[in-house]
């Protein structure tokens, strides 16, 4: 007869490890509770997106995408990373470096054929090129798609209507998606609590010249387009205390001339460039001394600020941008 003592231990035992094994103890294997809520199903930019299991081998096009699934709690799933050369990743930047890297110039780099070869089981990015989800969907593997740019990217109208929230958003069913809904709302969190500070504090001390133009600089004597209010750029004038004159404009990125410049009449300017295609100064230069903007309020002012564009994007640097935008706005 078994002695109770050792009977109830291995009783213990017993159940200790079918908890275990419930709870996902194995090391990340989709067993027991780890597997409930599997196949799922989210939406994505109008798609329903059907996860057959946990991923756990990501392939993340992007330094936005690369950001949100971080914050989500999910860079170590990342099996390959491929932000764009010399785009800033923030805080995400150490871990995310860690990850198998696979730098692009933009996302025609990227072919179906190395997607696929890679055998991920989930693609995040912030778009594709030559083909589309449907492409990588036939060959098994899903794809999200982050809010920002699910009307495309680059120029032109944008779906989304409140870029920071499309930023939660995508923080959160990622979050869903890799079974990391905690740390996912704890950043969310964090940063709503960033961007209510920003806020608060345009409210309170709003600058004394709001009225403000967005635009893109390629190069020193490249045309200007402008940033209307389906923008990231919009968003984060509006929580600095700023006053968008295109907010009217119901697109994100427009070709405006200078006559529409002229008489939008901003009172500030603040410049988005790319820093490999151009640096600060010339930037800044390159408004400055443009003899038919050289009645504008904003340059005879001498209000121009120049902000590197990837703080604009739809990954978390949105907010770090809006913390510098608002540090040179506020001074």
Same mark, same amino acid.
């Given at each position: 007869?078994?002695?109770?003592?050792?009977? $109830?231990?291995?009783?213990?035992?017993?159940?200790?490890?079918?908890?275990?094994?419930?709870?996902?103890?194995?090391?990340?294997?989709?067993?027991?509770?780890? *597997?409930?809520?599997?196949?799922?199903?989210?939406?994505?930019?109008?798609?329903?997106?059907?996860?057959? +299991?946990?991923?756990?081998?990501?392939?993340?096009?992007?330094?936005?995408?690369?950001?949100?699934?971080?914050?989500?709690?999910?860079?170590?799933?990342?099996?390959?990373?491929?932000?764009?050369?010399?785009?800033?990743?923030?805080?995400?930047?150490?871990?995310?470096?860690?990850?198998?890297?696979?730098?692009?110039?933009?996302?025609?780099?990227?072919?179906?054929?190395?997607?696929?070869?890679?055998?991920?089981?989930?693609?995040? &990015?912030?778009?594709?090129?030559?083909?589309?989800?449907?492409?990588?969907?036939? *060959?098994?593997?899903?794809?999200?798609?982050?809010?920002?740019?699910?009307?495309?990217?680059?120029?032109?109208? $944008?779906?989304?209507?409140?870029?920071?929230?499309?930023?939660?958003?995508?923080?959160?069913?990622?979050?869903?998606?890799? +079974?990391?809904?905690?740390?996912?709302?704890?950043?969310?969190?964090?940063?709503?609590?960033?961007?209510?500070?920003?806020?608060? +504090?345009?409210?309170?001390?709003?600058?004394?010249?709001?009225?403000? *133009?967005?635009?893109?600089?390629?190069?020193?004597?490249?045309?200007?387009?402008?940033?209307?209010?389906?923008?990231?750029?919009?968003?984060?004038?509006?929580?600095?205390?700023?006053?968008?004159?295109?907010?009217?404009?119901?697109?994100?990125?427009?070709?405006?001339? &200078?006559?529409?410049?002229?008489? @939008? *009449?901003?009172? +500030?300017?603040? @410049?988005?460039?790319?820093?490999?295609?151009?640096?600060?100064?010339?930037?800044?230069?390159?408004?400055? $001394?443009?003899?038919?903007?050289?009645?504008?309020?904003?340059? &005879?002012?001498?209000?121009?600020?120049?902000?590197?564009?990837?703080?604009?994007?739809?990954?978390?640097?949105?907010?770090?941008?809006?913390?510098?935008?608002?540090?040179?706005?506020?001074?």
């Amino acid at each position: 007869m078994q002695h109770p003592i050792r009977r $109830s231990w291995l009783v213990l035992v017993a159940a200790v490890s079918v908890l275990a094994t419930a709870c996902g103890g194995d090391g990340g294997q989709d067993t027991g509770a780890a *597997a409930e809520g599997f196949p799922m199903t989210v939406k994505n930019c109008g798609r329903d997106v059907t996860i057959e +299991r946990r991923p756990e081998r990501l392939y993340v096009i992007g330094g936005e995408a690369g950001t949100l699934v971080h914050a989500a709690g999910g860079t170590d799933r990342i099996g390959i990373f491929s932000p764009l050369i010399g785009e800033p990743l923030g805080d995400a930047a150490g871990p995310l470096g860690q990850r198998e890297q696979a730098p692009i110039k933009s996302s025609k780099s990227i072919s179906r054929e190395v997607i696929i070869g890679a055998k991920p089981d989930l693609v995040v &990015t912030y778009g594709l090129n030559e083909f589309g989800p449907e492409d990588l969907r036939a *060959a098994g593997i899903p794809t999200l798609v982050i809010s920002g740019y699910c009307g495309g990217f680059g120029a032109g109208q $944008s779906e989304i209507q409140d870029p920071l929230e499309g930023v939660y958003a995508d923080i959160e069913t990622l979050g869903r998606v890799l +079974r990391t809904e905690e740390q996912a709302k704890q950043a969310v969190t964090g940063l709503k609590g960033r961007v209510e500070a920003v806020r608060q +504090r345009g409210q309170q001390s709003p600058p004394s010249s709001n009225s403000t *133009a967005a635009v893109f600089v390629a190069g020193p004597d490249s045309d200007l387009d402008a940033y209307g209010r389906r923008s990231m750029i919009h968003q984060q004038m509006t929580y600095a205390g700023l006053s968008n004159v295109f907010q009217n404009t119901d697109e994100r990125l427009f070709d405006v001339n &200078t006559e529409a410049l002229i008489n @939008a *009449a901003p009172q +500030r300017l603040i @410049a988005l460039y790319e820093p490999g295609d151009i640096d600060e100064q010339a930037v800044r230069t390159s408004l400055t $001394s443009r003899p038919e903007l050289g009645p504008l309020p904003a340059v &005879t002012g001498g209000k121009v600020t120049v902000l590197d564009f990837f703080y604009s994007g739809h990954g978390t640097l949105a907010v770090d941008g809006l913390e510098k935008l608002a540090g040179q706005v506020h001074g």
